[in-house]
């Protein structure tokens, strides 16, 4: 009943920008702490940035300066700006956020959206 959808994926050249959106809805009655995820091809999958619902954010020491990870409580949105990308940069992106409903309190994950960052 709770869904994360994100957007804003996509081909860029290295040095380009993009902007990731992951919207979440449904039965929520509040978001704790939101995050990004990435995943490269053969890799795990690793934390890129988090933010708390007080929005502190913190972030993964390769991204840090680059990447800007914000959110919008009034729209149960999240963001991740990301500048400066690099090859490296290229993987799938997920959001995840901590969500309470009206019995639990449990991590939800999007669909992940593709980046992928030419060189």
């Known amino acids: 009943q709770v869904q994360l959808v994100e957007s804003g994926g996509g081909l860029v050249q290295a040095g380009g920008s993009l902007r990731l959106s992951c919207a979440a809805s449904g039965s929520i009655f509040s978001i704790n702490v939101m995050a990004w995820y990435r995943q490269a091809p053969g890799k795990q999958r690793e934390l890129v940035a988090t933010?708390?619902?007080?929005?502190?954010?913190n972030y993964a020491e390769p991204v840090k300066g680059r990447f800007t990870i914000s959110r919008d409580n009034a729209k149960n949105t999240v963001y991740l700006q990301m500048n400066s990308l690099k090859p490296e940069d290229t993987a799938v992106y997920y959001c995840a956020a901590e969500i309470s409903s009206r019995s639990t309190v449990r991590a939800y994950w999007g669909q992940g959206t593709q980046v992928t960052v030419s060189s």
């Open positions: 933010i708390s619902s007080g929005g502190t954010a």
